[in-house]
């Protein structure tokens, strides 16, 4: 977690030049069950390539497109 004062706007600034997609991804990469479950298909695909359907499970429950779609 960031040690940002979440009431500084200042400490923002970035995120408005963002787009859509950027945004969401500022939120994603910082949601913990987001990350949980990214790391969890990491974890499988290290032993195993991973099955369509954990990739589009994942990218519809996310709304997310990966490398892996």
Known sequence: MSGRNW?????YAELASLDA??????FL????????ELRALRKIERRRPLAR???DEFA????????WS
């Open 7 to 11: 009431r500084d706007a200042g400490a």
């Open 21 to 26: 997609a950027g945004f969401a991804w500022e």
């Open 29 to 36: 990469k910082r949601n913990p069950e987001f990350i949980s």
């Open 53 to 55: 359907q954990e990739r």
């Open 60 to 67: 519809r429950r996310w709304g997310v497109r990966s490398r």
